[in-house]
């Protein structure tokens, strides 16, 4: 980690031009197949309306000063960089990270607690709202507004390949998604719907876009 923090005062200045340019409606996020059998969400197709709050799932992350400037970067795939400033962090559960003008929320943890008010910086996948924070967003005191409104640019099922999936005589285990490293081209199909797809051995790569949809009322998209 600490290779890490020096490649990120190195590109200090470039994440701040980096930021600026940030649109936060251009959106890369994974939607797992589970979402679908646990009823948390609808299927999705291109060109849907929809209002959504986000996780990110951090592989790895570190504090640091607040001369590093926030930034969230795309890497590929719903993978990414990013540096955030600690807007609330809710007991053991919830915290809340603002990269520039985009929030989202990571899994608290408490060996390695974030403190409000601290800068983080890390990498991760962006992941749609494993309903942490819908279901009890009315229990929290005071909270941010995670949720953007958004369309549906782009879907990618990515097949996950036979050799993560363990069966045996009562059934079978296999990852919920898998990072960019762990697929081949062979294993991605472009879609224009979620509708009638198996929802078992894959997951989804959703593109995102909220041009012009501020003003646009557009009901959040969870089923209840």
């Excluded at 983080?120 to 749609?128: A, H, P």
């Excluded at 941010?144 to 099922?157: A, E, G, N, Q, T």
Aim: net charge negative.
């Amino acid at each position: 980690m600490r290779g890490f923090f020096v490649r990120l005062r190195g590109r200090a200045a470039q994440a701040q031009r980096s930021v600026a340019r940030f649109n936060p409606m251009n959106l890369t996020a994974i939607f797992e197949s589970w979402h679908i059998g646990d009823g948390n969400y609808p299927p999705l197709s291109v060109a849907q309306l929809v209002n959504l709050s986000f996780e990110l799932e951090p592989r790895k992350s570190e504090e640091v000063g607040l001369d590093i400037p926030e930034s969230f970067e795309h890497l590929c795939k719903g993978e990414y960089r990013f540096c955030g400033t600690v807007l609330k962090v809710y007991g053991d559960a919830i915290t809340i990270i603002k990269t520039g003008n985009f929030r989202f929320y990571i899994m608290s943890s408490e060996s390695e607690p974030y403190l409000e008010g601290s800068r983080y910086c890390g990498e991760g996948t962006l992941v749609l709202d494993h309903y942490s924070w819908v279901e009890y967003v009315a229990k929290y005191e005071d909270p941010p507004d995670l949720f953007y409104k958004l369309s549906v640019k782009r879907i990618l099922k990515v097949n996950i390949p036979e050799k993560f999936v363990a069966r045996h005589e009562t059934g079978k285990s296999l990852p919920t998604r898998l990072l960019p490293e762990d697929y081949s081209v062979s294993d991605v199909e472009e879609i224009n719907t979620m509708q009638g797809q198996p929802f078992d051995e894959e997951f989804y790569i959703i593109d995102f876009d909220g041009s012009g949809l501020e003003g646009r009322d557009i009901p959040r998209t969870f089923l209840s």
